[in-house]
């Protein structure tokens, strides 16, 4: 057999070439890079065995051994997991099948990952780490089933190929060969291995072991001294969402989910759990810190790892936990459930769904717990997940009400950056507010000045202010909070009450049909307005249509809408709607009103944040009005 010679591919090239260039601390995470790995492929054979039994062979002896070699100055992380094929070898250890690779690299690139080495874990290149400390790494893998004489060899030196060839192998299971750097000597010492070990694995479910040479009196003569060699296991291997609470220590929570998430900050809340009675289960769950960056990706991993007796069936579970609880991390073991669950078995399995009301009333209970007691650690956190945690209105109509109680937003009463909730609105709501007024807009600015707002302002009445995309939605899944209808600011029909209205409408009655006449095919209406109190002229959509923001991020998406029939609404009180009345008055025909009406058109638009329908035109109209009315003094 002849070694081939491969090239990696272009993006692998360019993480070594950073790994081994840009960063120069914290070296050591690659050993824990390489143990995860090599603990993963244990997880998978362990799981595998126990439904096939050609595979389980005779070694079932679940370990990750460390064999360092002075002379020949490597260092062996060996495990007796998986394996792999050859083309499983050229796939896993020959490109990067991440979507977040390009992000990866940017980051990289910046200096944000040297301060953070976390993050490579976080991206799934950590295999690559190894030539952060190697100049040469060889990977002897034989896949579990395979015959001895079916291994595979692979090996790098980081200069854009790779050879692979065919080999032997005794024991199923990976070898993974570094050929030590001479800076990165100190990973040959018993007592550095020792402390990364601790440091970064310690909860690794397979022991870590390695031989420890020790000098011990020898038996037969007390005067002698002689070498005794030992293996050793290096880290304490703890189930630890089996422990009781009272045993883990803050830091030992915060270790764990480290390890399991792949953030690099510590989560914002631990939630662990034991639940008795006809469902047995430990749970032990992290609301995290910060926001994952991939949690808007399609391969974004939703649930806990699901472990049954001790062996894990599957890394993340999604049928534990609702989609927009997407950003809770954790592990969840049950005895109640048959190790050999395929994914469908799970979404349709009995205990499987009340294990997930469980969780699911569990991190709500939390959540609101914490709003309660926290009120600043809950805004941190909200900040970062509100987004998702409100498409449970949505998604969960059954706790649409619970989680309507944690919605934090801001309003016209609070001051900018503080929020308010629903619950605080309501009890402001002066005994004659009928609705739970709403504005949604991208940001607060903008909001606040809008005319949509104008008439809320003058009479003093908060308005909530929404600035996720999907708001608009979720409010109207929503419906009412506390028997108080919700009603958007920029939508519908709007009665402040001690209005004129009708009386206006009449006045203008005339004045309006000749405007919507001039307008027909762009509004299904003109009325006079209860919002206005300082612009000329609104838009609004009807009540029961998409408010703008949502209809644009449907078109962006490119789902086609039914056209809103939007309301044109003028403010009687303006001096300009005024003086047209007047002109109407002298000559209904006039060229001129007509004119205006697509004007106010287009202003209107404007309000919005839109664009005017003929730029040129509008502006050439502006100016010769402007001309007409320009004068000194
Ligand atoms: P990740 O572990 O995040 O997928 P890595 O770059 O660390 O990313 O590893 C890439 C892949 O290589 C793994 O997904 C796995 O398929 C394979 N691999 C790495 N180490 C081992 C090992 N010790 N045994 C079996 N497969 C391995």
């Given at each position: 057999m002849t070694a081939n010679t491969h090239e990696f591919k272009a993006e692998v090239n360019k993480i070594l070439d950073l790994m081994i260039h840009s960063l120069y601390s914290n070296k050591e995470i690659f050993l824990r890079e390489l143990i995860s790995n090599a603990s993963d492929a244990i997880d998978k054979a362990r799981y595998e065995s126990l439904t096939n039994a050609a595979l389980a062979e005779a070694d079932a002896d679940w370990k990750i051994e460390l064999i360092p070699n002075v002379e020949a100055g490597t260092l062996t992380i060996r495990d007796n997991g998986i394996g792999m094929t050859r083309d499983e070898a050229v796939e896993a250890l020959g490109t990067i099948a991440h979507s977040g690779t390009k992000e990866f690299i940017k980051l990289l690139e910046s200096r944000e990952v040297e301060n953070n080495p976390e993050l490579i874990g976080q991206f799934g290149v950590g295999f690559y780490s190894s030539f952060m400390v190697a100049d040469k790494v060889t990977v002897i893998t034989r896949k579990a089933g395979a015959d001895a004489s079916h291994a595979v060899i692979w090996e790098s030196t980081a200069d854009g190929s790779y050879t692979l060839d065919d080999t032997e192998k005794a024991g199923k299971g990976t070898d993974v060969i570094l050929t030590l750097k001479e800076d990165a000597k100190n990973f040959l010492e018993e007592w550095e291995l020792r402390r990364v070990v601790k440091q970064y694995s310690d909860f690794i479910e397979y022991p870590v072991v390695m031989e420890v040479t020790r000098s011990v009196p020898d038996p037969e003569d007390e005067e002698k001294r002689i070498d005794e060699t030992k293996e050793e296991t290096l880290n304490s291997r703890k189930a630890i969402w089996l422990k009781s609470k009272d045993d883990i220590s803050q830091e030992e929570y915060n270790e764990f989910y480290k390890h399991i998430s792949h953030d690099f900050s510590d989560p914002a809340e631990v939630i662990h759990y034991r639940a008795e009675g006809s469902t047995e289960f430990s749970a032990l769950l992290y609301l995290p810190g910060k926001r994952p960056h991939d949690i808007f990706y399609q391969d974004y991993k939703i649930g806990p790892a699901l472990y049954v007796r001790r062996v894990q069936i599957m890394d993340h579970c999604e049928a534990m936990l609702p989609i927009y609880l997407r950003f809770v991390k954790g592990v969840v073991e049950s005895?109640?459930?048959?190790?050999?669950?395929?994914?469908?078995?799970?979404?349709?399995?009995?205990?499987?769904?009340?294990?997930?009301?469980?969780?699911?009333?569990?991190?709500?209970?939390?959540?609101?717990?914490m709003k309660k007691d926290d009120g600043e650690a809950y805004a941190k956190f909200y900040a970062e997940f509100g987004r998702i945690l409100k498409e449970g209105i949505h998604h969960d109509y059954e706790r649409r009400e619970a989680i309507a109680d944690l919605l934090l937003m801001e309003s016209t009463t609070t001051e900018a950056g503080q929020t308010t909730t629903l619950a605080e609105y309501v009890e402001r709501m002066p005994a004659d507010q009928e609705a739970i007024y709403y504005i949604t807009g991208s940001d607060r600015a903008g909001a606040e000045a809008s005319p949509y707002l104008e008439v809320f302002k003058e009479k003093g009445v908060e308005v909530l202010i929404m600035t996720d995309d999907i708001d608009d939605i979720i409010i109207s899944g929503l419906g009412q909070y506390k028997e108080k209808e919700f009603k958007s600011a920029i939508k519908g029909d709007l009665d402040l009450g001690e209005t004129n209205k009708e009386e206006q409408q009449k006045a203008y009655g005339d004045l309006l049909e000749l405007m919507k006449e001039e307008l027909k095919d762009l509004v299904a209406e003109v009325r006079i307005s209860g919002r206005l109190k300082d612009s000329a002229v609104c838009l609004v959509s009807g009540e029961h249509d998409l408010d703008p923001q949502m209809a644009k991020m449907f078109a962006a998406m490119g789902q086609p809408l039914p056209k809103a029939q939007r309301v044109l609404e003028i403010n009687p009180d303006h001096a300009l709607i005024q003086g047209m009345k007047q002109l109407f008055a002298a000559d209904k025909d006039s060229a001129q009103l007509k004119e205006y009406a697509g004007l106010l058109y287009d202003q209107a638009l404007l309000?919005?944040?839109?664009?005017?329908?003929?730029?040129?035109?509008?502006?050439k109209a502006l100016s010769s009005l402007m001309a007409a009315g320009v004068r000194v003094g």
């Open positions: 005895a109640d459930l048959p190790l050999n669950v395929s994914r469908e078995i799970l979404q349709e399995n009995k205990t499987v769904n009340v294990i997930k009301k469980n969780l699911t009333k569990k991190v709500l209970d939390t959540l609101a717990k309000l919005e944040g839109d664009k005017p329908r003929d730029a040129v035109k509008f502006a």
